[in-house]
T-cell receptor, first 111, second 115 residues
Framework: KNEVEQSPQNLTAQEGEFITINCSYSVGISALHWLQQHPGGGIVSLFMLSSGKKKHGRLIATINIQEKHSSLHITASHPRDSAVYICAAPNYGGSQGNLIFGKGTKLSVKP | GAGVSQSPSNKVTEKGKDVELRCDPISGHTALYWYRQSLGQGLEFLIYFQGNSAPDKSGLPSDRFSAERTGGSVSTLTIQRTQQEDSAVYLC?????????????FGSGTRLTVV
């Protein structure tokens, strides 16, 4: 079974700050997922990446397959970025969708 | 439809009763997934459908849990003889045959409370 660890568990930032959330996993994978869960509970899939870097607006996700580590960066953070960010890796030997989820990083961006 | 629709949004049931949770995926999405999110456990995978078949049901926690999908569309998750530890938010997601660049589209979940 893949183990997924996220850090930090909680993060408070001032508007405009650069944010980094880290994720490490124990077993080699085909792709890693980053999800965003808003205070109302809805979950949005942000990225699915298997190598290098992906960018979507102010969000950047990177992955280092050799080090089994991924980071999610938010540039010019805004209060609307306040949410729980969750990384997820495939369960070893499981199908697509069979994911092991990190415990999440709760981000609060203050104006 | 435009998004993944789940019903009911909230369900309170008495211990020992059976419940059915429904998921209506995005039209054309052949893959459908069920997850649950509970306070103590975080997010957990339950079952994956490709069309009407379930090639991976390894996450179902006990034989009280079952799921089916008909017509390659709507899926129902059934929990028999509910227990208090079944209380959680049950989330459904769908994707094209493989998730592609952005992964899955999630529904807003069914909050199940067993009293």
């Amino acid at each position: 079974k893949n183990e997924v660890e996220q850090s930090p568990q909680n993060l408070t930032a001032q508007e405009g700050e650069f944010i980094t959330i880290n994720c490490s996993y124990s077993v080699g994978i085909s792709a890693l997922h980053w999800l965003q869960q808003h205070p109302g509970g809805g979950i949005v899939s942000l990225f699915m990446l298997s190598s290098g870097k992906k960018k979507h607006g102010r969000l950047i996700a990177t992955i280092n397959i050799q080090e089994k580590h991924s980071s999610l960066h938010i540039t010019a953070s805004h209060p609307r970025d306040s949410a729980v960010y969750i990384c997820a890796a495939p369960n070893y030997g499981g199908s697509q969708g069979n994911l092991i989820f990190g415990k999440g990083t709760k981000l609060s961006v203050k104006p | 439809g435009a998004g993944v629709s789940q019903s009911p949004s909230n369900k309170v049931t008495e211990k020992g009763k059976d419940v059915e949770l429904r998921c209506d995926p995005i039209s054309g999405h052949t893959a459908l997934y069920w997850y649950r999110q509970s306070l103590g456990q975080g997010l957990e995978f339950l079952i994956y459908f490709q069309g009407n078949s379930a090639p991976d049901k390894s996450g179902l926690p006990s034989d009280r849990f079952s799921a089916e999908r008909t017509g390659g569309s709507v899926s129902t998750l059934t929990i028999q003889r509910t227990q208090q530890e079944d209380s959680a938010v049950y989330l459904c997601a769908s994707s094209p045959t493989s998730p592609g660049n952005y992964g899955y589209t999630f529904g807003s979940g069914t909050r199940l409370t067993v009293v």
